[in-house]
């Protein structure tokens, strides 16, 4: 009798107790969404380039493939531009692609920032910001690198800096 | 483990205050004040055991003062939290951490700190909801388990002091009662009373089920909260705002590219003062009254794989218009109408001389999709060499776009004519025209604006509202039953010559005071005194 | 239409005034039975005049929905005269339960308060904006009226328990917060009368001011300025105010609220020369022959009684309400988490009644607080706090 009340109330509090913890932790983490690490799948995706060619990231399966998210107004977008294209240029015969997403501006903008870099690489132009929403961008630059399994072997968010990081990124996703 | 047994033979739960069957007063004092009837004077599990740290707790949660204090604690911070906005419904271009002090001072500073600018999604505000919401459940279970032994176990013959211990006690002296005792019991059966007679006794009584009205309501909130707290687990509530312009096709967030909307128009409505005379004068003071929001869209369900960025294939579901008060159901998705906002679509501009401000033809530019080169004929071109669509100067002085928003959209002209084949430069923002390099023969005149509305609409996906629903209406049920309904008893004892009576309500004693006197009329028994009444005068 | 309608609650205004001398009469003589005649006269008049007035209340409601095509609810000015009818619909109803004209004694001057308040916002017949344009609008804003104004007869059963219970041989804690209650009764008495006041002469100033973001902004005062705004410059008008608020308040409302008090000040301080002593003292006598149980028990009732409404109006039907037009049932606007404060109020009333055994004058000392947070949410949450509830425009 006495073993058993002990018993009720104790299991009582417990369900009692482990629903309110529950349900504070639930909130603390809510909101938050799920963020792209290293070693997630690379969601897969369908862009034209301002070229009108389609690039599907799942066609390059078998050569590494970094995917620079960009835009005109942003600064440090800007200035890693001229790094990328030199990889791109040192690399492009030995396995690793280069994808540089804006984030959805007018094509009159980005063929006017293109026409003043000289860029070679495929510039795409993620419209409706499918592909933004499916990589979780934000804040820019970030650069995924991903490997030849498509999976992401590494995420970088800023600027690239130099060319020694450049290099490095590059050499984690050769194949 | 203790138990106390009554003179009646009756064994009770340790703690109790009344003998749970005749009444008798097991405390030993025996005084003939009033009797305190809450519970019945039955055992509360909580006061008596105290002994191991659960215990402890559970009398801690079990106590109603401790609920009470949590109410009360709630109520204050709850007020508290009205005192500024909520973030929520502050304008969105300030941050917050700002906002309160420029507007509110240091207490709003202060206010911002101590997080009552969030204050209902804090966490020791949920903490504190989820600890009524303990002490609900221990406090019912802690009372109603002995109350309903309590009425089960009584029994009609009732011992002397618990008679003389009722607010309602009257003895009435004489001979033979046989009669009235007789026109008293069919009456209180008119009155719909249940009737136990034991050895000379009655127990008359009605609406006992309104006792159980509090445990009821309290599982209904128990439900409520439960409900609460599912919400707050991935997949069963999803909030999602949806900005879609006019015209436009996007796949619903919040739905894993399962549904795409179409934006066909908006409307806005107001009230015309033909409508309704009625409405002419508060019409005059506060000008124009809307009178409709609503956007007309087309949902479709995606076929095939989702691939982001890819045109996907969709397949028409409905067409619907979203109104206030009105919106879009599918599958467990609902969209509503929230909000809408105008946007620049397009700009127009003349190509002027500006000597004989000869107007030379008229551009349109798409602010989502403005071309490189437009050609007016007679050998006059202009290009668009540079689109700053969210327009702005940086710490340089040179233009800069802030955003791919056309919020303030500027643009370089080159414009090529017949003796200017070289081509003249001017930037054009609005309000503004900058030559950089040299007076220009030519210039871009300002011709209008195209604009378009986005819809704001949310979508919604609830799998909770049931729970909320359930537990709402099992409050209100027991709520009733508690409120509009009273648990009655009449106990009338024949000992020797005279006839004893007392009553017992859990409320509204007039009632009970009234419905005496209609069941005693006329039967020679007397109406029994209000002792808290005598007390009184 | 509309003529009609305000003129029925004029009508409905000058009956309740004219039952209140009569409630009076049914009282006045010590050591009466119900049995008397004469009284029961005086009462029986008192009821009739009263639910007349109801009747033209009535007729006020039914003419402007007609007039309106929509359920005049629709803004402060309707609301509260809705509340108003409410009100004495409950006391009528009340009083066939328990036949006591001092009741009518404490619920008819309420009554007329309210109802003069309600005239002091704008009486036009407005449109229904979007959100206000279904059934919901007269399921949710009608029981909440009714659950708000069964509350209403609560506090007034209490307020008669108090003067009667309260001891007045010399000054204490209770008396002098009873005191403090009939001042802010008498102070909205006092925002009625100098609102009638000056609105007669037109009075009309503006300031030029800057915000607290440094723009410039202009504002109309209706009452003399005590209180300007911060650095702000008289455009329009005679007085130059003796202070400035800082940026952060609405001096505006802290004028008229200063205005309302004083008025107040003025009306109770004139109140204690004529009868030279206590509010609460002066009306002890009128409360002589009332049992203080039957005022316990009616202000208790009455809370049972209008709780569930107030739940079911407020909380249940608003919840429904909310998710149908904005996508969730509850946001924590100002006005929602006042009706949750105000409910749970009302739950602790019933728990310290039931569980602890709060019964007479602590009783009736928390209806007199629920009933001011009844008020507060009407008042102050509308004009003051402001949010969706807001009845924007009015």
Same mark, same amino acid.
């Given at each position: 009798m006495k073993k058993n009340r002990l018993f009720m109330r104790?299991?009582?509090?417990?369900?009692?107790?482990a629903s309110v913890i529950l349900t504070v932790y639930a909130n603390l983490t809510k909101g938050e969404r799920p963020q792209l690490k290293v070693g997630d799948v690379a969601p897969d995706f369908i862009l034209t380039d301002l070229n009108g060619n389609k690039h599907r990231l799942s066609d390059y399966e078998g050569q590494g493939v970094l995917v620079n998210f960009w835009a005109t107004y942003c600064k440090y977008c800007e200035k890693e531009m001229s790094l990328l294209e030199k990889q791109y240029q040192d690399q492009k015969d030995q396995g690793v692609q280069i994808l540089a997403v804006n984030i959805g501006e007018t094509d009159l903008v980005i063929n006017r920032f293109l026409e003043k870099h000289e860029l070679t690489f495929p510039v795409l132009n993620d419209r409706k910001q499918e592909v933004v929403d499916a990589f979780g961008v934000n804040p820019l630059p970030v650069t995924f690198l991903i490997n030849k399994h498509g999976f992401i072997a590494g995420i970088h968010t800023g600027e690239i800096t130099d060319e020694k990081m450049a290099a490095e990124m590059i050499e984690k996703i050769k194949p | 483990m203790e138990r106390i047994k009554c003179g009646c033979g009756h064994v009770n739960p340790h703690g109790t205050l009344l003998c749970e069957a005749c009444g008798r007063s097991l405390t030993g004092t025996g005084a003939p004040e009033l009797l305190d009837m809450r519970y019945e004077g039955s055992a509360r599990r909580s006061q008596t055991y105290n002994k191991t740290f659960i215990d402890k707790v559970w009398n801690f949660f079990s106590s109603v003062k401790v609920g009470i204090w949590l109410i009360v604690i709630t109520l204050i911070a709850s007020?508290?939290?009205?005192?500024? /906005?909520? !973030?929520?419904?502050? /304008?969105?271009?300030? /941050?917050?951490?700002?906002?309160?002090?420029?507007k509110y001072g240091w207490p709003g500073k202060l206010y911002y700190i101590l997080g009552f600018h969030e204050l209902y999604s804090q966490?020791?505000?949920?903490?504190l909801i989820a600890l009524i919401g303990v002490s609900l459940v221990v406090c019912s279970l802690d009372r109603a388990v002995p109350l309903f032994r309590a009425l089960k176990a009584q029994r009609v013959d009732r011992h002397e002091s618990f008679m003389k211990g009722q607010r309602i006690f009257g003895i009435t002296k004489g001979e033979n009662f046989d009669e009235a005792v007789k026109a008293v019991k069919r009456n209180l059966k008119k009155k719909r009373y249940r009737i136990r007679e034991e050895n000379h006794a009655i127990l008359a009584e009605k609406g006992r089920f309104s006792r159980w009205g509090p445990y009821v309501n309290h599982i209904g909130l128990i439900i409520f909260l439960f409900g609460a707290m599912l919400r707050f687990f991935p997949g069963m509530y999803v909030d999602e705002v949806i900005d879609i312009k006019e015209g436009e096709r996007k796949e619903i967030p919040g739905t894993d590219g399962e549904y795409y909307l179409e934006n066909k128009q908006f409307i806005l409505e107001v009230y015309d003062e033909k409508e309704n005379e009625a409405f002419s004068e508060a019409l005059k003071k506060t000008g124009d009254v809307a009178k409709n929001y609503q956007t007309d869209v087309v949902l479709y369900k995606r076929k095939g794989e989702r691939v982001p960025g890819a045109e996907a294939g969709l397949i028409k579901e409905k067409e619907y218009s979203i109104q206030v008060n009105n919106p879009l159901k599918f599958d467990q998705y609902a969209i509503y109408q929230m909000d809408f906002k105008t946007v620049l679509s397009a700009m127009n501009?003349?190509?002027?001389? !500006?000597?004989?401000?000869?107007?030379?033809?008229e551009i349109n530019i798409s602010l989502d999709n403005p071309k490189m080169r437009y050609n007016l004929g007679n050998g006059y071109t202009v290009e668009i060499l540079k689109y700053y669509p969210d327009f702005d100067l940086d710490d340089e002085g040179l233009p800069v776009t802030l955003s791919r928003d056309p919020n303030n959209p500027a643009f370089v002209f080159e414009m090529y004519t017949p003796d200017k084949p070289e081509g003249e430069i001017s930037l054009v923002a609005i309000q503004q025209t900058v030559e950089p390099v040299g007076e220009n023969k030519y210039k871009m005149q300002f011709a209008g604006i195209e604009t378009k509305t986005v819809s704001i609409l949310a979508l919604r996906k609830d799998l909770t509202l049931w729970i909320f629903a359930l537990g709402g209406l099992i409050f209100l049920i027991g709520l009733s039953l508690g409120s509009y309904w009273n648990h009655r008893r009449i106990w009338i004892q024949q000992r020797g010559p005279d006839i004893w009576l007392a009553a017992h309500t859990n409320k509204n004693w007039y009632g009970l005071k009234r419905e005496l006197q209609t069941v005693l009329a006329g039967t020679g028994i007397n109406e029994p005194e209000d002792r808290n009444e005598k007390k009184g005068k | 239409m509309a003529e009609l309608s305000s003129n029925l609650l004029m009508i409905a205004f000058i009956l309740y005034l004219s039952a209140i001398p009569f409630f009076g009469g049914a009282i006045r003589q010590k050591n009466i039975s119900k049995t008397e005649k004469p009284l029961k006269i005086w009462a029986t008049v008192a009821i009739f005049l009263t639910m007349t007035g109801f009747a033209a209340h009535l007729g006020y409601f039914i003419t402007r929905w007609l007039a309106a095509g929509h359920a005049p609810v629709s803004n402060l000015f309707e609301f509260i005269t809705f509340f108003g009818l409410c009100t004495v619909g409950a006391f009528i109803l009340i009083h066939f339960l328990y036949r006591t004209p001092v009741l009518g004694l404490a619920v008819l001057p309420v009554v007329l308060i309210i109802i003069a308040y309600a005239g002091m916002f704008s009486r036009d017949i407005s449109p229904l904006i979007p959100p206000l344009q279904t059934y919901w609008l007269q399921i949710h804003v009608i029981t909440v009226a009714l659950g708000q104004a069964i509350l209403a007869i609560s506090f007034a059963a209490a307020l008669i328990f108090l003067v009667k219970k309260v001891d007045q041989t010399r000054r204490n804690k209770s008396n002098v917060w009873l005191e403090v209650v009939l001042f802010l009764m008498l102070s909205v008495v006092g925002f009625i009368v100098v609102s009638v006041l000056f609105n007669a002469f037109h009075y009309s100033a503006v300031f030029q001011w800057t915000n607290q973001f440094g723009a410039e902004e202009s504002v109309e005062y209706g009452m003399p300025p005590l209180i300007g705004p911060n650095e702000g410059q008289l455009?329009?008008?005679?007085?130059?105010?003796?202070?400035?608020?800082?940026?952060?308040?609405?001096?505006?409302?802290?004028?008229?609220?200063?205005?309302?008090?004083?008025?107040?000040?003025?009306?109770?301080i004139l109140t204690r020369f004529i009868f030279r002593k206590r509010i609460g003292a002066a009306l002890k006598p009128l409360t002589g022959n009332i049992n203080e149980d039957l005022a316990d028990?009616?202000?208790y009732r009455s809370v049972l009684i209008g709780f569930p409404v107030f739940t079911l109006g407020a909380l249940v039907f608003g919840m429904i309400w909310a998710q149908i037009a904005w996508s969730r049932f509850w946001g924590w606007d100002p006005k929602e988490v006042w009706a949750l404060i105000t409910w749970l109020f009302y739950a602790a009333?019933?728990?310290?009644?039931?569980?602890?055994g709060w019964h007479g004058e602590r009783s009736a000392w928390l209806a007199v607080i629920g009933f001011a947070i009844i008020m507060f949410n009407l008042v102050?949450?509308?004009?003051?706090?402001?949010g969706l509830h807001s009845y924007a425009g009015a």
């Open positions: 104790t299991s009582i509090l417990t369900v009692l107790a | 007020g508290i939290g009205t005192i500024f /906005p909520q !973030k929520m419904y502050i /304008p969105q271009f300030v /941050p917050a951490s700002e906002f309160y002090e420029q966490w020791w505000y949920m903490i501009f003349v190509l002027v001389e !500006k000597e004989t401000n000869e107007p030379l033809g | 455009v329009k008008g005679q007085f130059e105010p003796f202070l400035e608020a800082p940026a952060i308040i609405d001096a505006k409302k802290l004028n008229t609220v200063i205005w309302s008090l004083s008025t107040g000040i003025i009306l109770y028990e009616i202000s009333f019933l728990h310290l009644r039931l569980s602890k102050a949450v509308n004009l003051v706090i402001k």
